[in-house]
C-alpha cells in the first residue's frame, strides 16, 4: 500500500502528501506509478526485481521508491510479478520475474531494472498478465508474449514466446487488457475480442472453450473500455453502460448473484 507498514486498510489513505502522481497500476503484490514529471516510482514485493530497483534490490518496500532517474515514462502496467512501461519516445520496457519469457527479451531470466523490448520506438499501451503481456503499437497492431498454455497470446497456438509475436495481421487494434490466462481486446470499430482459458466463461463467447486466436464478443460495435480479470471480465459501451462476465463466485461481476454467466451482462444500479 506504500503507506510505510504492512498493516491492512479497509478505508482509502493517502500515501505520502505528494499531489502530482499521474497514473497507478497495481500488480500480485507490488504497486507502480508516475508522476506528472515522468518519473517512476514502485514499491510492495520485490523478491522478483518487479519493482525495477536494481541487480541486489530485492527487498521488499513500504513507500513508494524511485525507479532510476528518468523523467520519460509514459504508460505503465504492473503484472502479477512483472512489470512494463513505455516511455515517451515510444520505447518498451519490462523488468522483474521472466520465466515463461513474459518480460519479451528473448530469454527466461529475471531482470531487477528496466530493460528495453526490443528496439522499436512505437509502442503505445502494454497490459500485463498472471504470466503474459500484450502490447499495442501506434500502427494499431496488437503484440503478445509470456505464457500461452490457454492460448492466451492469440497465436494460434499454445506455446509460449519469449518476444513479442504480432497477433494476426490486423492493424486496428485499440485497447487491450490481459487477465490470468485470457485475453481481451478492442477494435477501432467498436468490436470486442476475447482468447485464452475459458473455463468459467471469461471469454463472454456463451460456453467455457479455451481460444487460441481471437474470437468476437457477439456483434455489437459500441465497445469502449476493457478489463480482464483473474477469471472474469468488464467493459463499457459508448451508452456509459457496464457489461460483465465469467466466473461470479465471489460477486465480482455485480450482477447481484454469485453465478458464472458465459456471455455479456449488464451492470445494474438495482443489483
Known amino acids: 500500500l506504500g503507506l510505510e507498514d504492512e498493516d491492512n486498510r479497509d478505508e482509502p489513505e493517502q500515501v505520502g502528501n505528494e499531489k502530482s502522481w499521474q497514473s497507478v497500476s497495481a500488480g500480485g503484490a507490488h504497486t507502480c506509478a ?3 514529471d515522468g518519473s517512476l516510482w514502485c514499491w510492495g514485493s520485490g523478491d522478483l526485481g518487479q519493482l525495477g530497483l536494481g541487480i541486489g534490490t530485492t527487498d ?42 513474459r518480460l519479451g527479451l528473448g530469454h527466461e531470466e529475471d531482470r531487477f531494472e528496466p530493460e528495453q523490448v526490443g528496439d522499436e520506438t512505437n509502442w503505445q499501451t502494454v497490459t500485463g498478465g498472471h504470466s503474459h503481456t500484450c502490447a499495442t503499437q501506434q500502427d494499431g497492431s496488437l ?94 459501451k459508448d451508452d456509459g453502460s457496464i457489461w460483465c462476465w465469467g466466473h461470479g463466485d465471489h460477486g465480482q461481476l455485480g450482477l447481484g448473484d454469485t453465478q458464472t454467466h458465459n456471455e455479456p451482462q449488464q451492470v445494474s444500479a438495482d443489483n
Open 34 to 36: 508516475t508522476r506528472q
Open 60 to 101: 521488499d518496500q513500504h513507500e513508494p521508491q524511485r525507479v532510476g532517474d528518468d523523467n520519460d515514462w509514459h504508460y505503465l502496467y504492473a503484472g502479477e510479478a512483472h512489470t512494463c512501461a513505455t516511455k515517451q519516445n515510444g520505447s518498451l520496457w519490462c523488468w522483474g520475474f521472466g520465466f515463461d519469457g
Open 143 to 236: 503484440w503478445c508474449w509470456g505464457h500461452g498454455s490457454y492460448g492466451q497470446l492469440g497465436l494460434g497456438d499454445e506455446d509460449n514466446r519469449d518476444e513479442p509475436h504480432q497477433v494476426g495481421d490486423e492493424e486496428s487494434w485499440q485497447a487491450v487488457s490481459a487477465g490470468d490466462s485470457h485475453t481481451c481486446a478492442t477494435r477501432q470499430d467498436g468490436s470486442l475480442w476475447c482468447w485464452g482459458a475459458g473455463l468459467y466463461g471469461q471469454l463472454g463467447l456463451g460456453d467455457e472453450d479455451d481460444q487460441d486466436a481471437p474470437e468476437q464478443v457477439g456483434d455489437e460495435e459500441n465497445w469502449q473500455a476493457i478489463s480482464a480479470g483473474y477469471s472474469h471480465t468488464c467493459a463499457t
